[in-house]
């Protein structure tokens, strides 16, 4: 379950694994609704022709017969799971006769998967499966799809008026239609007035007993072969900004629980110093939809409720509250500020609300909230979530590009659209209506196509989760969550066009958006897979001038939960380490009014104080 940076590793749905014989049955009824002639009249009016639908399923009619038959020749249960994940963990495996079982249709994979963009992309691409996964979890992905699902393809049902069933993995989403991607990538187009029901399946697309295909060497050979899918070294210009190896500080610094146990917070996604009361902190909780005030006091840490806005909020396991500003002002007019997901009816929304706390300061008014801000959106993913006040007094929002994976539509570079964008409003003023207005220093503000959205600052930017400003320099850090292969982290300034969707880090990642003389900014550092999969951008450490971590820009993962340590130079990496490790899932960073930095575990609900005093940050 993550949420929205949250995104992508942290939405796995766990899920206990079927019987065996069902999972097959299942399988034989899917390659048969594929094969079947009730596939070439239901798929035409899609994207492909009756001809084409057949040749596109004529792989899986070729399949069909092996997959069917180990499903009926196989007992249930005969070879346990157990015994080819063992098989797999004991012998290294041949990753040669892998890759040739890979692309063998017996196996169904590339009916789903490509590995160099050139197969099915029904499922991720599996081009640097090895980087991102130990051999223990690719064995897992194989045997037990369901146990965690990849955020973005997870398997959308939806019912037709006609009574038609569809399933498949979201594709591209418009006001007009859905895009579902199924078995043997075979699309289909559902008009939205034709939807009567649409929901996220707890089950994988991707069969589970695939493996009794195959021999236990068989199988152990598959998993050498995706072992083996690593990012290649890439060109020496690209080099510097993507570090193959981060070295580690020999002096790291400490996290330490800040907390009582007992005051473990549910999915905690942000933390930061009230503004005003002394030794007190805000937490979010997203699921909840909670805000904690949290006391540290002699005789022990005290938790109330700062506010309850369950009634407004939508939630599912990676949606809900995603971040939190208080106003620059809070002391005088107590007004602070809500990202969280919405729901009407069937659509979906981003809203920015605006709240007030009473008098003392130490509790939300009850009162409703002002809508300030509301983004629909079609997906369930990258929905951006971090809201910060600018040095300049106005609110800028990261807004995720609002999927489906890889941003089809495009976005990350349509002007027109408020997805996939840093965008800054006015708060304190309204105009046209609207429950803000646009600071008239806005770089589109006088854009001569009346429907460029006014509120943009930055775009190009795929699910901007956690940015914020270096109070030393003014900088906006922005850490980006990447796609398939690269996590970023850049420095962003106005009206600039930070790539996305058609570079992902510092590589070409699509064409198809892309404008001739367009300056896309690369970032400062892109991950790779094997230090990250969800990056979490954090703070400029500035507490104390002293440190060797002072102008130093702290962020993390909040899979691997690693902690790194950047310098730059005219947004050029100088210096990069890999400075502490976090005990729990990294969501983000908080800050105390000194400017000392916290780290917020998602899954052991802990906020953890980031202890430097031994620490050195060694250039
Ligand atoms: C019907 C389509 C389908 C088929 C066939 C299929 N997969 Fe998948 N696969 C998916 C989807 C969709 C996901 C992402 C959802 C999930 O995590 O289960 C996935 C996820 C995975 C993952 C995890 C990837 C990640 O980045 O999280 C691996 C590894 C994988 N598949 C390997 C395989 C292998 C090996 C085969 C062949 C034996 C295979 N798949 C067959 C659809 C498929």
Request: charged share 25%.
């Given at each position: 379950?993550?949420?929205?940076?949250?995104?992508?590793?942290?939405?796995?749905?766990?899920?206990?694994?079927?019987?065996?014989?069902?999972?097959?049955?299942?399988?034989?009824?899917?390659?048969?609704?594929?094969?079947?002639?009730?596939?070439?009249?239901?798929?035409?009016?899609?994207?492909?022709?009756?001809?084409?639908?057949?040749?596109?399923?004529?792989?899986?009619?070729?399949?069909?017969?092996?997959?069917?038959?180990?499903?009926?020749?196989?007992?249930?249960?005969?070879?346990?799971?157990?015994?080819?994940?063992?098989?797999?963990?004991?012998?290294?495996?041949?990753?040669?006769?892998?890759?040739?079982?890979?692309?063998?249709?017996?196996?169904?994979?590339?009916?789903?998967?490509?590995?160099?963009?050139?197969?099915?992309?029904?499922?991720?691409?599996?081009?640097?499966?090895?980087?991102?996964?130990?051999?223990?979890?690719?064995?897992?992905?194989?045997?037990?799809?369901?146990?965690?699902?990849?955020?973005?393809?997870?398997?959308?049902?939806?019912?037709?008026?006609?009574?038609?069933?569809?399933?498949?993995?979201?594709?591209?989403?418009?006001?007009?239609?859905?895009?579902?991607?199924?078995?043997?990538?075979?699309?289909?187009?559902?008009?939205?007035?034709?939807?009567?029901?649409?929901?996220?399946?707890?089950?994988?697309?991707?069969?589970?007993?695939?493996?009794?295909?195959?021999?236990?060497?068989?199988?152990?050979?598959?998993?050498?072969?995706?072992?083996?899918?690593?990012?290649?070294?890439?060109?020496?210009?690209?080099?510097?900004?993507?570090?193959?190896?981060?070295?580690?500080?020999?002096?790291?610094?400490?996290?330490?629980?800040?907390?009582?146990?007992?005051?473990?917070?549910?999915?905690?996604?942000?933390?930061?110093?009230?503004?005003?009361?002394?030794?007190?902190?805000?937490?979010?909780?997203?699921?909840?939809?909670?805000?904690?005030?949290?006391?540290?006091?002699?005789?022990?840490?005290?938790?109330?409720?700062?506010?309850?806005?369950?009634?407004?909020?939508?939630?599912?396991?990676?949606?809900?509250?995603?971040?939190?500003?208080?106003?620059?002002?809070?002391?005088?007019n107590r007004k602070y500020?809500?990202?969280?997901?919405?729901?009407?009816?069937?659509?979906?929304?981003?809203?920015?609300?605006e709240r007030s706390a009473r008098?003392?300061?130490?509790?939300d008014l009850g009162s409703?909230?002002r809508?300030?801000?509301?983004?629909?959106?079609?997906?369930?993913?990258?929905?951006?979530?971090?809201?910060?006040?600018?040095?300049?007094?106005?609110?800028?929002?990261?807004?995720?590009?609002?999927?489906?994976?890889?941003?089809?539509?495009?976005?990350?570079?349509?002007?027109?659209?408020?997805?996939?964008?840093?965008?800054?409003?006015?708060?304190?003023?309204?105009?046209?209506?609207?429950?803000?207005?646009?600071?008239?220093?806005?770089?589109?503000?006088?854009?001569?196509?009346?429907?460029?959205?006014?509120?943009?600052?930055?775009?190009?930017?795929?699910?901007?989760?956690?940015?914020?400003?270096?109070?030393?320099?003014?900088?906006?850090?922005?850490?980006?969550?990447?796609?398939?292969?690269?996590?970023?982290?850049?420095?962003?300034?106005?009206?600039?066009?930070?790539?996305?969707?058609?570079?992902?880090?510092?590589?070409?990642?699509?064409?198809?958006?892309?404008?001739?003389?367009?300056?896309?900014?690369?970032?400062?550092?892109?991950?790779?897979?094997?230090?990250?999969?969800?990056?979490?951008?954090?703070?400029?450490?500035?507490?104390?001038?002293?440190?060797?971590?002072?102008?130093?820009?702290?962020?993390?993962?909040?899979?691997?939960?690693?902690?790194?340590?950047?310098?730059?130079?005219?947004?050029?990496?100088?210096?990069?380490?890999?400075?502490?490790?976090?005990?729990?899932?990294?969501?983000?960073?908080?800050?105390?009014?000194?400017?000392?930095?916290?780290?917020?575990?998602?899954?052991?609900?802990?906020?953890?104080?980031?202890?430097?005093?031994?620490?050195?940050?060694?250039?």
């Open positions: 379950m993550k949420f929205q940076k949250v995104g992508e590793s942290l939405s796995r749905e766990l899920r206990s694994g079927r019987e065996l014989w069902l999972q097959l049955v299942s399988i034989a009824r899917l390659v048969g609704q594929c094969v079947g002639w009730r596939a070439v009249q239901t798929y035409p009016q899609g994207t492909r022709s009756p001809l084409l639908s057949i040749a596109f399923a004529l792989p899986l009619m070729l399949a069909a017969p092996s997959v069917v038959q180990a499903a009926e020749v196989k007992a249930p249960g005969e070879k346990p799971l157990r015994e080819y994940h063992e098989h797999a963990l004991r012998h290294e495996g041949n990753p040669g006769r892998g890759r040739a079982l890979f692309h063998d249709p017996r196996t169904l994979c590339m009916q789903c998967h490509s590995t160099d963009g050139k197969g099915g992309s029904t499922g991720p691409d599996l081009y640097s499966a090895g980087d991102k996964y130990s051999r223990e979890d690719l064995i897992r992905s194989v045997l037990e799809p369901s146990a965690t699902i990849m955020m973005g393809y997870s398997t959308t049902i939806v019912e037709t008026r006609s009574g038609e069933r569809i399933e498949g993995v979201l594709k591209a989403a418009s006001d007009r239609e859905l895009v579902l991607s199924g078995v043997g990538n075979i699309t289909r187009r559902v008009a939205r007035e034709m939807i009567k029901e649409q929901r996220t399946s707890p089950v994988s697309i991707m069969p589970s007993g695939l493996q009794a295909a195959l021999s236990l060497e068989e199988f152990t050979d598959l998993i050498a072969f995706l072992e083996t899918m690593k990012q290649p070294e890439m060109r020496l210009a690209n080099e510097a900004g993507t570090p193959a190896a981060i070295q580690r500080l020999s002096r790291p610094i400490i996290l330490r629980t800040f907390l009582d146990p007992v005051h473990r917070f549910d999915h905690p996604v942000w933390f930061q110093e009230h503004p005003v009361l002394d030794g007190h902190f805000v937490v979010a909780e997203q699921t909840n939809a909670l805000l904690w005030l949290l006391e540290k006091r002699a005789d022990g840490d005290r938790k109330t409720v700062f506010a309850n806005v369950r009634k407004e909020v939508f939630v599912t396991e990676t949606e809900g509250l995603l971040g939190v500003a208080f106003h620059p002002r809070f002391a005088q500020y809500l990202m969280h997901e919405f729901m009407e009816g069937n659509q979906r929304s981003m809203i920015i609300a008098e003392d300061l130490r509790s409703p909230s809508p300030v801000l509301k983004i629909d959106i079609a997906t369930e993913v990258h929905h951006g979530g971090g809201i910060v006040f600018g040095p300049d007094g106005f609110l800028y929002i990261g807004m995720g590009d609002s999927g489906p994976q890889g941003d089809p539509l495009g976005h990350g570079q349509d002007l027109h659209s408020l997805s996939g964008k840093l965008l800054r409003i006015d708060v304190d003023r309204s105009e046209n209506g609207a429950g803000y207005a646009i600071p008239t220093d806005n770089p589109f503000f006088r854009h001569p196509d009346p429907a460029v959205r006014r509120e943009i600052f930055a775009y190009g930017l795929r699910q901007p989760w956690r940015f914020s400003f270096d109070p030393a320099t003014g900088d906006l850090w922005v850490a980006d969550v990447g796609q398939d292969r690269f996590e970023e982290v850049g420095i962003v300034r106005s009206g600039e066009n930070h790539g996305w969707n058609v570079y992902e880090g510092f590589e070409l990642y699509s064409t198809r958006h892309r404008t001739e003389q367009m300056a896309y900014l690369p970032p400062i550092v892109s991950f790779r897979r094997r230090h990250g999969t969800s990056v979490t951008g954090g703070h400029v450490s500035r507490a104390d001038p002293e440190s060797t971590f002072n102008g130093v820009y702290i962020c993390g993962d909040f899979e691997s939960r690693r902690l790194w340590g950047i310098t730059q130079r005219n947004r050029t990496l100088q210096v990069i380490r890999e400075i502490g490790t976090s005990p729990a899932k990294l969501v983000a960073f908080g800050q105390d009014r000194r400017g000392g930095l916290y780290a917020v575990g998602y899954d052991l609900g802990m906020i953890y104080k980031l202890d430097m005093s031994d620490a050195k940050f060694e250039p």
